[in-house]
């Protein structure tokens, strides 16, 4: 099991502080910060990866 960005798919996330609001993730590459993290294995990161694309590719 691992944390991937909700944004990026990147599996680099900082734990920034755990509270009352719960734990807060930052990510390394596209500098996200939410408490909201997908927990999921290697083959999820592939299909974050390409919806992001996807996403970008659109007008
Ligand atoms: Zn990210």
Known sequence: MKYI???CGNT???LESGGIMGNIYHC???????TFVIEGEEDMIKEIEEGHKAETRKP
């Open 12 to 14: 680099e996330l900082y």
């Open 28 to 34: 390394k590459k596209c500098s996200y910060v939410g």
């Open 5 to 7: 960005c909700p944004q």
